[in-house]
């Protein structure tokens, strides 16, 4: 074509594109109208939220007991500190320590040398007097000697007798016997030691019989009784249970500090020892047929309540709470037997939440990632 017949200038051009950009406008609308209104409103849809990983255990029946728990030290039935009654050098030392002795049982026999010559001397002066005094009877009837002088005479022979009794007594405290039966705790004499008067040489322990005595709130004092059964653990030997029972109760409460003494008896052990620390339960109730639940199913939000799943949904429950016993709680009004109550995972928990029962580990592994991710999306 010749180059004449061709338009010229910007406005030609303008005209010339018009109809195409028309064309394109009318294409893009006809392929994005129904695909952009579906995915609109896919995009304003909002998504079902995710369910919560739990785990949830049924409520169910066992025997539950009410009981008070405190901790004491151990302390022996009897204890004695054995002391000498007489002063001298001990001749021989006749038990250990550890040994068990028998009450009146030879511990210590001292030097009686002493005591057997204070021994024949006030028995020879009151062999004399009897002799005397003999004869002055006699005599009075002839009236050979008075009255008064038979009553002097019979005033010194008592005197003699007791001056002779206590010798007697004095050699006896030459052999330091047992004053209880026990066991020798300490020994603090040896063979050859010069022994003063009163001076303790032996302590002696009754172990047939140990005692604890708690300092109880005075809000228990009318449920503990004399004879309900104890349960005593010891530090020392874990994973063993000792049984008794309470022996005593004091009858009054300390104005100062609110308690009142709790004494419990326990029967002598060969493990079980004086001083021994350990933590004590009393039983004075039991529940043979309680509804029960884990404690850690129980929420920290004031009023007691539980989550409970019901149509795979949370639904928080207010309880009345009963007795404690360990890890279980009974409960004693708002769940029934076989309710699931949620132990693990309730802390991402809201009234309704979308929930799913899995085992302890992976419910554990699952709701600490959930709960991290509350957290960083509320920061």
């Given at each position: ?13 303008r005209l010339a594109f018009v109809p ?78 550890g040994q068990q002795v028998r009450a ?226 009974e409960i004693r009004a708002g769940l ?44």
């Open positions: 074509m010749p180059a004449a017949n061709l338009p010229s200038g910007p406005f030609p051009l195409l950009l028309c064309a394109l406008l009318a294409l893009t609308a006809c392929k994005g109208g129904p695909a952009a209104e579906a995915q609109a409103k896919n995009g304003d849809a909002p998504k079902e939220a995710d369910a919560v990983p739990v785990e949830a255990v049924s409520a169910s029946r066992r025997a539950i007991a009410a009981s008070y728990t405190g901790t004491a030290a151990l302390e022996a039935r009897g204890e004695s500190q054995v002391v000498a009654k007489t002063s001298g050098v001990a001749l021989a030392v006749l038990v250990e320590e009146g049982q030879p511990l210590v026999r001292l030097d009686p040398d002493r005591a057997r010559l204070a021994v024949a001397q006030s028995q020879a002066q009151m062999s004399k007097l009897e002799n005397n005094y003999r004869r002055a009877q006699q005599l009075v009837g002839q009236q050979m000697v008075s009255a008064s002088d038979v009553d002097q005479l019979k005033f010194d022979l008592d005197n003699a007798r007791a001056q002779y009794r206590m010798a007697s007594l004095e050699l006896s405290y030459t052999t330091v016997e047992a004053p209880i039966s026990g066991v020798v705790a300490s020994r603090s004499i040896k063979t050859g030691n010069f022994v003063q008067i009163n001076t303790p040489i032996f302590r002696i322990i009754d172990n047939s019989q140990l005692e604890a005595t708690l300092n109880v709130p005075e809000r228990e004092l009318s449920t503990l009784k004399a004879g309900q059964p104890v349960l005593l653990q010891v530090d020392a030997l874990p994973g063993k249970t000792f049984a008794g029972k309470v022996d005593r109760i004091a009858p009054v409460v300390d104005s100062g500090s609110g308690t009142f003494r709790v004494v419990c008896a326990f029967a002598g052990d060969d493990m079980l020892q004086p001083g021994m620390f350990g933590r004590v339960r009393i039983d004075y109730d039991q529940r043979a047929d309680a509804l029960v639940v884990p404690r850690v199913a129980l929420l920290d939000d004031g009023e007691p309540a539980v989550f409970v799943v019901r149509d795979g949904k949370a639904v928080r429950v207010p309880v009345q709470l009963g007795y404690s016993e360990g890890e279980w709680t029934k037997e076989k309710d699931q109550v949620v132990t693990a995972g309730k802390v991402a928990l809201r009234e309704g939440s979308t929930v799913q029962i899995i085992g302890r580990e992976t419910a554990a592994a699952k709701s600490a990632s959930v709960e991290k991710a509350a957290k960083g999306s509320k920061q």
